[in-house]
């Protein structure tokens, strides 16, 4: 018999971001009824929207959101790939799940639920990763174009923005729409769908 390919989803995310949170357990659920390989990397919504003319509130967010990805690339260049995934589920159960808004106790408390030492939320507040960061944001954008958000998932090497989810699809649901989603990601000339959002994320 033929060897079955094991399928790969490369995923970056923000942990800010609402709408990467539902992909990301949308990409959970999958894994509970495909049989997939998932990699986690970190993109920056601060290095996206770098140089752009923003509204002054969300200039002050952008400004403001570079501890999280600066915490996850210090813990992955310290101690390794795996604790990409562990932060990200914890930062993103207390920010979206849990809606804690201060970001430094999101820092603290996701360091302190994966085991990792304290000091690593110093880089939140340095540049000292800024430059893994910035490698890590630009392997994902460089697949997709600067015209786009989180998240940015690779479908066994294509990449795209999205999808853009407002509800976390389950069990074989989840699994038929990963299915469409390759079969999409496997034609070379397929580029775009899109219709405007009507409603907003739930995480239930």
């Not at 601060?46 to 969300?58: F, M």
């Not at 390794?80 to 562990?86: A, F, I, L, S, Y």
Request: glycine content about 10%.
């Amino acid at each position: 018999m033929p060897e079955t390919v094991k399928n790969k989803a490369d995923f970056w995310f923000d942990p800010l971001c609402p709408f990467a949170w539902i992909t990301s357990r949308w990409i959970g659920e999958v894994e509970g009824v495909r049989d997939i390989e998932t990699v986690w990397h970190v993109m920056s919504l601060a290095v996206l929207n770098e140089g752009r003319d923003l509204e002054p509130s969300y200039r002050e967010s952008m400004d403001n959101a570079w501890g999280l990805v600066r915490v996850i690339i210090a813990a992955q260049q310290e101690h390794g790939q795996e604790t990409v995934k562990g932060l990200y589920d914890a930062m993103g159960t207390l920010i979206h799940d849990g809606g804690e808004k201060d970001r430094g106790l999101v820092i603290t408390k996701a360091l302190a639920e994966c085991g990792l030492p304290a000091s690593l939320a110093e880089a939140a507040s340095t540049d000292a990763y800024d430059a893994q960061l910035r490698a890590s944001h630009e392997e994902g954008i460089s697949l997709v174009g600067q015209d786009v958000g989180t998240p940015v998932v690779a479908f066994n090497g294509t990449a795209f923005f999205g999808p853009v989810l407002t509800r976390i699809p389950r069990g074989e649901e989840a699994g038929r729409l990963w299915d469409a989603t390759t079969v999409l990601a496997g034609y070379p000339h397929f580029f775009e769908l899109k219709r405007s959002r009507t409603e907003r994320p739930e995480f239930d």
